[in-house]
């Protein structure tokens, strides 16, 4: 894939210059250009290569400047900031109006470095960055991938899925992306790298390029969407790639929660509950609408949190009561004609409400990046925005919930339910309980003890963790290593 006819090399992010070192150690007739913004740095980078006249640094921001020049090669690993690490706004426009390509305001610089890269490529010039994968697979990476695709320059994504991580920041994934602005090929090939070794096959395929290689998976760029997450084209997980696949019926059963029939007069917040004087003994707990609820545990504080920012986190509970203001209440819902609903009408009496105890996990009906499951630690009730999930009792009742909630936060476990979804088309899918009933999990009791331990101990730190995706990833590796039809 290398380009024979390499003169004019770039590195945007030259640091200390490790990439230039290594190509002029192969190749002494280059004329590198590196940028680099920190003082300190440049400073060092310069005495360290004073003697080299292939390299010429500049101390400036490589985004606004060196746009009307080209290159045969470039080799970047860029900053990394968040989107709020940077003045976002500034270089996001910079790149839409010289690209005339439109981004997301949460677009990570590095993804910038690449975009404008590509740009300054020559024909037959090649681009290899190193840079986080977080972005093949978010919201604001569908503007970007859009803009990559239309480049016709991508080629090779590597996606690094190390059991350490490659860079310091723990949350942080890698993948190597390698670009060519050529006709050769139109296939996109994705690679896993799962070992330091792993990367020999980077150096194959590029000797071989643009031949597709055995160890990728190889698409056509019409092929590749960019609004889905990339992780479909290179990871395999699929109902048939598992062992041990057992119904999710055998664990648990799943409820639909409570159905009022006129959720505008049963639901309540703090401030209606004053308007009319209804006594809290007569609201039963209950979260009402599933955005209220942040994250992936709902606890008694976060409950009080909603209760205090006045949201609807109540139903009225008026059986057998004898209160008047409830009383007055109901008599209001008559005089409305709620008791002549369709629900409401088959009940006895009409505001009864449907025996329904508080579940230990709820699941969202509406989707659209995939099942959301909250332990619900509160013991709450919960409206039709949820599906209840109980655990049966007998002979599976010795799986700790935590074990088991632990396995449904996993991506596996979301895809291979995924092939039971209802497609409302726009990304957005719909579970009926016994859609995912009849799902299929991966039969955790199976585990060895040690792997139980593990991922108990997981799920304990995630639950203390503001960023609980990397400890949630760990737990799906050791699900992967017991469960991959490889093992
Ligand atoms: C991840 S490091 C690259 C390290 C480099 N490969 C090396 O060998 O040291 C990114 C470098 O880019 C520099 N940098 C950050 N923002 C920049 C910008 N807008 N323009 C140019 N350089 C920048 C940083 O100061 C840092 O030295």
Redesign the pocket.
């Known amino acids: 894939m290398g380009n024979p006819d390499l003169h004019d090399v770039l590195?945007?992010?030259?640091?200390?210059?490790?990439?230039s070192r290594m190509l002029l150690a192969k190749s002494s007739n280059v004329a590198i250009k590196g940028?680099?913004?920190?003082n300190r740095?440049f400073g060092n980078a310069q005495n360290e290569f004073s003697s080299c006249p292939n390299i010429n640094l500049q101390l400036?921001?490589?985004?606004y400047n060196d746009w009307e020049n080209k290159y045969d090669g470039i080799i970047?690993?860029?900053?990394?900031f968040k989107f709020h690490d940077y003045d976002n706004k500034k270089i996001i426009t910079e790149i839409e109006d010289r690209l005339s390509c439109k981004l997301n305001g949460f677009t990570n610089?590095y993804t910038l470095?690449l975009l404008k890269s590509i740009y300054q490529l020559k024909p037959n010039g090649r681009c290899a960055y190193i840079i986080p994968s977080e972005f093949l697979n978010s919201d604001y990476g569908k503007l970007v991938k859009a803009h990559l695709l239309k480049t016709r320059t991508l080629r090779y994504i590597f996606v690094f899925d190390f059991e350490e991580n490659v860079f310091n920041d723990s949350t942080t994934t890698a993948c190597i992306i390698l670009c060519a602005n050529d006709t050769a090929t139109d296939k996109l090939q994705f690679t896993n790298i799962h070992f330091p070794n792993d990367l020999n096959l980077c150096k194959d395929m590029i000797a071989n390029y643009p031949k597709v290689s055995n160890y990728a998976k190889a698409y056509e760029a019409g092929e590749i969407n960019p609004l889905e997450k990339w992780k479909i084209y290179y990871q395999s997980h699929s109902k048939n790639n598992f062992k041990n696949l057992i119904p999710f019926s055998t664990y648990v059963k799943v409820m639909r929660g409570i159905a009022t029939g006129a959720n505008d007069f049963f639901t309540f917040n703090i401030s209606k509950a004053k308007k009319y004087g209804i006594d809290e003994k007569y609201l039963l707990p209950c979260v009402c609408r599933s955005a209220d609820i942040k994250g992936h545990t709902f606890t008694m504080p976060d409950f009080e949190c909603l209760k205090n920012a006045d949201k609807k986190i109540f139903i009225l509970n008026a059986k057998d009561a004898r209160d008047s203001n409830v009383t007055e209440y109901i008599k209001k819902g008559e005089n409305e004609g709620i008791n002549k609903k369709h629900l409401t009408a088959s009940r006895k009496p009409w505001y009864a409400l449907e025996k329904r105890p508080p579940s230990p996990i709820w699941v969202s009906v509406f989707n659209r990046n995939g099942l959301r499951f909250i332990r619900n630690v509160a013991e709450v009730s919960n409206l039709t925005t949820f599906h209840c999930i109980y655990l049966r009792n007998g002979i599976f009742s010795d799986i700790p919930i935590d074990l088991f909630f632990a396995y449904l936060l996993t991506d596996t476990a979301k895809q291979i339910f995924e092939n039971n979804a209802r497609e409302y088309g726009n990304g957005l899918q719909k579970f009926e309980p016994n859609d995912l009933n009849h799902g299929m999990v991966l039969d955790i009791a199976s585990l060895p003890d040690s792997a139980k331990k593990q991922i108990l101990a997981l799920y304990l730190a995630c639950k203390q963790s503001c960023d609980s995706n990397i400890i949630i990833k760990r737990i799906d590796d050791i699900l992967l290593e017991y469960f991959s039809c490889g093992n």
Do not use: K, T, V
Not at 60 to 63: E, H, I, L, P, T
């Open positions: 590195e945007p992010a030259f640091g200390l210059g490790i990439f940028f680099e913004i920190d740095i400036q921001d490589y985004m970047c690993n860029p900053p990394y610089l470095f």
